[in-house]
């Protein structure tokens, strides 16, 4: 079962950041936090993982809180290309699968 | 390199058929997945193959038969559909199973339909 929660939607202004939250509260210490977004009918797209620190890359952020149990990707000027679902998974330590939750629908407005 | 090459892209096949689906990585990574995606669903594991051995099968039917001839290549062979099967497969790799804090990368899914 996916270990995380997030809202089923959001909206965000073109060119204003875009933050997307993730609930992980049941998360084991030595278990990473990845996002995922898949674009209309195209496959999966890794974004960014981080484990307790905040990371950044090309792409995003992401922001960790100190107790681990939730996360927000922060994409920092949201263009209509950003338009997909976002998918925050915990990697499960025993099996090691990727299981995705339900994700957030993002549509950026222009 | 960090692609992952699915074909057919589309495919369409008729009950009594036998298909398969080919995936293709050549980033030297050693675990590769099948998953199942319905149309507004999020993917569902369907196998992980580690080391070219099978590790994990979700409870899959046994219509949908997976091969990992080779570290490069991942095959789900298809048989005796339904149309219920009808969905997106993705393949996907990472470098190992086992091997906490890497990611995986996505192919761009073959597109199934069952008539």
């Known amino acids: 079962d996916a270990k995380t929660t997030q809202p089923t939607s959001m909206d965000c202004a073109e060119g204003r950041a875009a933050n997307l939250p993730c609930n992980h509260s049941t998360i084991s210490g030595n278990e990473y936090v990845y996002w995922y977004r898949q674009i209309h009918s195209q496959g999966p797209q890794y974004i960014i993982h981080?484990?307790?620190n905040n990371e950044t890359n090309e792409m995003a952020s992401l922001i960790i809180t100190e107790d681990r149990k939730s996360s927000t990707l922060i994409l920092p000027h949201a263009t209509l290309r950003d338009t997909a679902v976002y998918y925050c998974?915990?990697?499960?330590?025993?099996?090691?699968?990727?299981?995705f939750g339900t994700g957030t629908r993002l549509k950026v407005l222009a | 390199d960090t692609e992952v090459t699915q074909t057919p892209k589309h495919l369409v096949m008729g009950m009594t058929n036998k298909k398969s689906l080919k995936c293709e990585q050549h980033?030297?990574?050693?675990?590769m997945y099948w998953y199942k995606q319905k149309a507004k669903k999020p993917p569902e594991l369907m196998f992980v193959y580690s080391y070219e051995k099978l590790s994990i099968n979700e409870s899959v039917p046994s219509r949908f038969s997976p091969e990992c001839p080779n570290s490069s290549l991942l095959n789900l062979h298809l048989h005796a559909l339904q149309p219920e099967d009808s969905a997106l497969y993705l393949c996907?790799?990472?470098?190992?199973?086992?091997?906490?804090?890497?990611?995986?990368?996505f192919g761009q899914g073959t597109r199934l339909t069952v008539v």
């Open positions: 981080g484990l307790k």
């Open positions: 998974i915990v990697r499960d330590t025993g099996t090691y699968k990727y299981i």
């Open positions: 996907a790799s990472s470098p190992q199973e086992g091997l906490a804090g890497t990611e995986a990368f």
């Open positions: 980033m030297g990574h050693r675990a």
